[in-house]
């Protein structure tokens, strides 16, 4: 069985789950800034690392540590956490966790966090992988983080945003003395008043600017994203849309799964959101209507665009991206001080991303 098609059966058996009893304020200041065209993308360069026999890494397992040039990801065959040194080529293995990693954090070789959403906690891992602490998170927040390197950590809370079996509440707080969990981030309200399927078009996708506090946070069907600020505990909504935005149409409750990804695939959808520290800015992508009829399930990604969103929220440009790229950049996508990288859609034997680097148009 594929992964996709365990995520996806994973993720029907739970949507018995129980819903989140905690309240979450969803009166929503809506920020609408100008749209500047005046940045894009341009490819140069990019990495690549061939895989061995014993090496495939899991798509929702990767953490990026932009100061050492460390990708870090989990190994569905060795069911170890490994790291490629992005420009040596050099790998590495770290520990062996007690549970899968939906998301993780490394912070250093001894401060490793999990994010074991099977088992609804937050493990905190030693270099030999012995379990320092675990903190619980929300029993409803279901299996698909919202984006990787998490949960993110700040000096007096943990943060995660992940899907939610009700489509109630994304993203939330913990305290890691008491345990305490606080809701922050609610749905946007079409997704309680419409249905979109059981997966692809409610999972959602965030980023952490570490030195502002701040957790951005978007969703499939909805034009906005939201901007929750650590400090001030205050919630924030800016409208960014694609100029590919389409109103999305609903499916039946019973739609078939094959149907389900049919439909995903014939809409524009937005999907991962990162944070670039070295030039300020943030990258929204977009899945773009690409219609693959007959095609069950695929490695092949929707053709992309990505918006660049400045420090203010407001939109600075909007690049087509040509290549064909890996449905697992949902997750592996990340922030290098060379530029925005994609993994390509390539052969099983290697790992390959496409470096984007801001221009000025």
């Known amino acids: 069985m594929s992964i996709y098609s365990r995520v996806f059966s994973f993720f029907l058996m739970l949507l018995t789950s ?44 990767v953490s990026y540590d932009a100061e050492s040039g460390t990708l870090y990801f989990f190994n569905a065959i060795t069911r170890k956490i490994e790291m490629f040194d992005i420009r040596s080529g050099r790998k590495e293995t770290l520990v062996k966790p007690p549970a899968m990693p939906w998301s993780m954090n490394v912070l250093s070789r001894d401060s490793i966090y999990v994010l074991d959403l099977d088992n609804t906690r937050i493990l905190l891992l030693d ?66 008043r419409n249905f979109y399927g059981y997966l692809l078009m409610n999972t959602p ?35 960014l849309e694609s100029r590919y935005h389409s109103r999305i149409e609903t499916v039946p409750r019973n739609v078939l799964p094959e149907k389900e990804i049919e439909y995903f695939r014939e809409n524009t959808t937005y999907a991962n ?36 969103v400045g420090p203010d929220f407001g939109i600075l440009g909007e690049t087509d991206i040509s290549e064909d790229m890996d449905a697992s950049f949902r997750y592996t996508a990340f922030v290098s001080e060379e530029g925005l990288n994609l993994q390509l859609l390539t052969s099983e034997d290697e790992l390959s991303f496409a470096t984007y680097i801001v221009k000025p148009l």
């Open 205 to 239: 996708y965030s980023t952490f600017n570490q030195a502002r506090g701040l957790i951005v946070t978007g969703y499939p069907v909805d034009g906005h994203i939201y901007v929750y600020d650590v400090g001030g505990k205050t919630l924030r909504r800016y409208a």
């Open 18 to 61: 129980v819903s989140c009893n905690s309240a979450v304020n969803t009166e929503i200041e809506t920020v609408r800034g100008a749209r500047k065209d005046s940045l894009a993308l341009v490819r140069q360069g990019g990495f690549c690392w061939e895989l061995d026999e014993r090496t495939i890494p899991d798509i929702q397992s």
């Open 127 to 192: 270099d030999g992988g012995t379990v320092k602490d675990t903190v619980p998170v929300n029993r409803s927040s279901t299996l698909l983080p919202g984006s990787s390197g998490q949960p993110y950590v700040t000096r007096d809370a943990l943060y995660y945003v992940a899907a939610h079996s009700k489509r109630e509440v994304s993203a939330y707080s913990v305290e890691p003395v008491s345990g305490e969990v606080q809701p922050l981030i609610p749905y946007p309200d079409t997704y309680r």
């Open 273 to 308: 959101i990162l944070y670039d520290r070295y030039r300020d800015v943030y990258y929204r992508i977009v899945e773009k209507s690409t219609p693959m009829p007959g095609v069950n399930l695929s490695n092949r990604a929707k053709k992309l665009s990505v918006i660049i």
